[in-house]
């Protein structure tokens, strides 16, 4: 008969013992990139801008998302600095929702006052 195959797999015993654990280096290069982002966080605020519209030949406002960076601040140690990357990251993402739901309510808003703008100007044609 024939002889029994060879397989590929490792036993389960292999499995169990960690010998296929992730590479320190490659746990260390996403835990740097993490901080970074939150590191540099951000701040965002709604801001008005003017924008021109040459089908309705006027000017309209449009509310836009706008980021700044928060300040870094170097000099921390230990648990310090753990808990200032949780509050500029809860800090970032709070503004994010709260300035984008004011961007999108605005620019609402401001659509539908520029659909009653525009329709005078094409009645006045």
Known sequence: MYPPRQSSRRPPSDLSSGSLSRPRGLIRLVAGAALAVLVAGCVFAPRTIHVYDPDCQITSRQMILQAEQMPVFGHCRGEQCGAML???????????????????VGNVVYWFEKQNDCKRVEAAK
């Not at 709070?94 to 004011?102: C, D, K, R």
């Open 86 to 104: 949780v509050i500029f990251g809860a800090v970032s993402a709070a503004t994010a929702v709260v300035s984008g739901s004011i961007v999108v």
